[in-house]
């Protein structure tokens, strides 16, 4: 725009010295139209307004169309003195009142009537051609002014006016060279442009420079383009070398400073780094190649990131352009608030190459790599907490390359990153590599820009723990490939694969090997879904397997649908099934919902629980067992019920000759994973038997607290003919202390005597009363027990088989003869009232009898006064009839032989 102006006032200033000393010529001949419509003017008016000795007035001038032409003058007023001119001399030319006119077009700037064309087509249009009659003559001019310039910008919407000032000096004679200087005013900032101009060689030497501009001023300029804001104040120097017909430009060296403020567009935001000023340079020996740089950037959001430095080389030559370069940026220290915060510790910084070929024949070619600055010590591991969830690996390392034309572009990409680590809630998950593969086939600028896409990812080995768990994935792949659809866009087609896994529980010795897993992933409407797989080939618990899973996964348009198959080697034939529905999209997102049925699976006959718990070898179980859970997982809560069956069920010790026979049992666990059953859950028995000791039946009300509580709330069966009840107990595991009760209500005394007194009993009579019974440190008691008759009813007992009531006791003895006497009146006796005492001395077993009655028969036994006691008459003598006798016998047993109990209860320990 202003080579124009500069151009056009020399040649005035040529014409009007040459009319002052040929002013006949010059006022009939040298307003020459067609060498100004050759400088590409389409319109030219002037005239002269006078000429005098000292002074020249002309003006004044219009260059285009009167209504707005690109270029008027409003007067040029020279300068002398009439010694001056008879030596070719103009000391001041001053031209004022200039007015350029331009307007923005889609493909430049255009001045109304003004054809640049015209002027850089022809180098001849400049000045007249050698030997023609209206050359210029040669003079000298000291300078020339040009004052009160404005340059009017039309935007279309906005109109914007710069006005300027110039200063020219002229070398020598005819105007072959010249210094100038030019002063613009935009918005009242100041910028200055200096030249040497050398109309003869048609170049010019220019110098550019802005300081401390106040950006602020064109503020509503920069609105013009959306949600665009820049502030602050900048500083900008420039040189270069132009040149005309034919246009070029050489030697350019351009620098701007940003001193401070901010670059806003949408979500991006940049500032000059820290109390540093943001450097962007430029550097071009011949305009077809270019060194640029940049530093001291900082981009704050969306995520701050530091641009050290970039430097790039342009290479423009006749068959291609070539961009290649190298980055320094460092992504900086953040934390981002809210549900779930986001938080970056350390500076991590990313160096970058990157290459752009685009022939002049068509199509083009990138690439951008970066490398590992662990390896070559430029920073240390990457941490990342999002939440709760802590991450920590080596910077990634990455290799884009892509290429294309105007209708068709493809880009490949690789990435690989090392020594992953991931923690939360004392849960750690470590990945040695993870490596990425992928392609995209696009249209540069297309509606549906994505034509199809591939990615795969590989993570040789997958280590969990924590929880009390341990893990190994192994050969872990994820693949998706993406592909238009007619009906749906692009379709998406993916792959999770496992190739092989464990997980451990040590606590509960639970260990599952063999895991794999194989799960198309479709996410296209209308299309058909293909089940995955997955397996777990041994599920073991302290070496002993239990059995596999096996399973298929059927992907849904917004769930995943579980169903799997659970066998067992321990228990052949059972066959419990698993649903589950894994909710992927909406709302719901993560949610699960899992149910676990176990139909009545029939124990093989004396199943050994020995196999499942090695503490109960030894006792055998039967009947039909059946279970049901239902769980589910919503916002991260798991909430669920489980139902447990027995029916018909068993339990043998045949060594120790316990038996329990016909147990129903239904047990509900309604707020899993709580192990917390409902109350009273009823557990009822047919029959149970320890040694000579049987129930015949009874029920249990029960209600497990705890994994390690269980919580008997009370009981009630069947013994010798009667009824007891038992009161509340509360068994812990690893408790040693227990105290119950059981209260007797007319149990048969026979019965009592032949269970627990190892003698044959029989008769009639009840007793009741209260058994306490403690269990401490691993040994049973009976505390002070005691049994009584019913007041106002008698019975009748029988005894035989009581020789262990002489045991120890030496024949001959009055001590001897009087268990004899009783011996005898217990094989058949009839009492009024009866009493029994239950107690543990030592290791013994004490049962202290009671009567008061009388023998049913004649006694074989006599009174001898010089002894003072009872002896046996001979067979056949005549024996005693007694009227009233009062009997009090203890029958002692060692415990463990009335009892096997001790391994029922390590086994519930």
């Known amino acids: 725009m202003l080579p124009i102006g500069v151009v056009a006032l020399a040649v005035l200033a040529v014409l009007l010295m040459a009319g002052y000393l040929y002013l006949p010529t010059l006022v009939s001949d040298f307003l020459p139209g067609d060498q100004i419509r050759r400088l590409g003017f389409t319109h030219f008016n002037a005239r ?74 022809d180098r001849t249009t400049a000045l007249p051609p050698t030997g023609d009659a209206a050359a210029i003559p040669e003079i000298t001019l000291e300078k020339l002014e040009i004052q009160s310039g404005r340059i009017n910008l039309d935007l279309g919407d906005a109109q914007v006016r710069i006005p300027f000032a110039l200063d020219l000096f002229p070398h020598g004679t005819g105007l072959t060279a010249a210094d100038l200087s030019l002063r613009l005013f935009p918005r009242d900032q100041p910028l200055a442009v200096s030249a040497r101009v050398d109309l003869t060689g048609h170049t010019a030497d220019v110098t550019f420079e802005g300081q401390n501009l106040f950006l602020d001023a064109f503020a509503d300029l920069v609105h013009r383009i959306p949600g665009l804001d820049l502030t602050g104040r900048v500083s900008v120097n420039a040189k270069t070398t132009v040149g005309w017909a034919p246009l070029a430009i050489r030697g350019v060296q351009t620098k701007m400073v940003w001193h401070s403020g901010q670059l806003a567009y949408g979500n991006i935001l940049f500032v000059p780094t820290g109390d540093d000023a943001a450097v962007i340079s430029a550097e071009s020996a011949d305009a077809a190649t270019w060194q640029m740089g940049a530093a001291g950037l900082l981009l704050r959001q969306p995520v701050p990131m530091a641009l050290s430095a970039v430097t790039a080389r342009l290479a423009f030559d006749d068959d291609r352009r070539v961009v290649t370069g190298d980055a320094r940026l460092a992504a900086l220290p953040f934390t981002v608030a809210g549900a779930l915060p986001v938080s970056m510790a350390d500076r991590l910084p990313l160096n970058l190459d990157f290459e752009m070929v685009q022939p002049v024949t068509g199509g083009w070619t990138a690439r951008l790599t970066s490398e590992n600055t662990v390896k070559t010590g430029g920073s240390g591991p990457v941490r990342l907490t999002v939440g709760p969830v802590s991450v920590a690996a080596d910077p990634p390392v990455f290799d884009l390359t892509a290429g294309g034309d105007a209708d068709q572009a493809e880009a490949r990409w690789s990435l690989n990153l090392k020594s992953i680590r991931v923690s939360a809630h004392k849960n750690r998950i470590r990945l040695p590599s993870l490596s990425g593969r992928g392609s995209l086939q ?20 997958l280590i969990l723990d924590g929880a009390g768990i341990s893990g190994r994935l192994a050969r872990l792949e994820l693949s998706a490939r993406s592909v238009p659809s007619d009906s749906a866009g692009l379709h998406m087609a993916a792959r999770l694969h496992i190739g092989d896994g464990r997980f451990d529980h040590p606590a509960s010795g639970l260990h599952m090997k063999g895991i794999r897993l194989e799960l198309p992933l479709n996410r296209a409407a209308g299309t058909r879904v293909k089940a995955g797989t997955f397996s777990i080939t041994r599920i073991l618990q302290h070496q002993r397997t239990l059995g596999a899973l096996k399973g298929r996964i059927l992907p849904k348009a917004d769930a995943f649908a579980v169903a799997a198959d659970l066998s067992s080697d321990l228990l052949p034939g059972l066959a419990a099934t698993l649903h589950s529905t ?11 919902d899992l149910t676990v049925n176990l139909p009545v699976y029939p124990l093989p006959a004396d199943t050994d629980l020995g196999r499942f718990l090695p503490a109960a070898a030894g006792v055998t179980v039967s009947g ?14 798991l909430t669920g019920m489980l139902d447990l069956a027995l029916a018909d069920g068993g339990l043998r010790m045949e060594e120790k000759k316990i038996a329990v026979s016909g147990i129903q049992a239904a047990l509900n666990f309604p707020d899993l994973p709580r192990i917390r059953s409902a109350p ?10 320890m040694g000579a000791i049987v129930v015949d039946g009874g029920s249990f009300d029960v209600h497990v607290e705890s994994a390690k509580t269980f919580f008997v709330e009370k009981g009630r069966f069947s013994w010798c003919d009667g009824k007891v009840d038992t009161g509340s107990l509360r068994i812990t595991a690893g408790r040693q202390d227990y105290v119950a009760s059981l209260y007797c209500q007319r149990l048969a005394l026979s019965r009592i005597l032949e269970q627990l007194g190892a003698v044959n009993a029989k008769g009639t009579g009840t007793l009741n009363g209260r058994i306490p019974i403690a269990y401490r440190n691993g040994k049973i008691r009976f505390d002070d027990g005691f049994l009584f008759s019913t007041p106002g009813e008698g019975g009748q007992i029988q005894l035989t088989g009581t020789d262990l009531l002489t045991r120890g006791i030496p024949a001959g003895t009055p001590q001897f003869a009087q268990v004899e006497l009783a011996r005898e009146a217990l094989k058949d006796y009839a009492y009024n009232w009866a009493k029994l005492g239950l107690v543990s001395e030592g290791e013994d077993f004490v049962m202290r009898l009671q009567f008061d009655g009388k023998p049913a028969h004649p006694l074989p036994f006599v009174y001898k006064k010089e002894i003072g006691s009872f002896v046996r008459v001979e067979a056949g003598g005549q024996g005693s009839v007694f009227q009233g006798i009062g009997l009090d016998v203890n029958l002692r047993l060692p415990l463990n032989q009335l009892l096997q109990y ?8």
Request: no cysteine; charged share 20%; aromatic share 6%.
């Open 48 to 121: 002269i307004s006078s000429i005098g000795p000292y002074r020249t007035t002309a003006g004044p001038f219009v260059f285009g169309p009167a209504e707005q032409p690109a270029l008027s003058i409003g007067a040029i007023t020279l300068a002398y003195t009439p010694g001056e001119l008879r030596h070719k001399k103009i000391r001041r030319i001053v031209v004022s009142d200039v007015v350029v006119n331009a307007r923005l077009a889609p493909d430049g700037i255009v001045f109304p009537g003004f054809d640049m064309a015209a002027l850089t087509n």
């Open 442 to 461: 696009f249209l540069p600028g297309g509606a549906s820009a994505i034509q199809k896409a591939e990615a795969a990812f590989q993570l040789p080995e």
């Open 582 to 592: 894994v909710r992927t999209v909406g709302e719901g997102a993560g949610d699960i």
């Open 624 to 637: 039909g067992v059946s279970a049901r859970a239902t769980t589910s997982i919503k916002g991260g809560q």
């Open 680 to 689: 009273a859950q009823t557990i009822r028995f047919a029959r149970a038997s």
């Open 902 to 909: 001790k391994d029922i209860v390590n086994m519930i320990q």
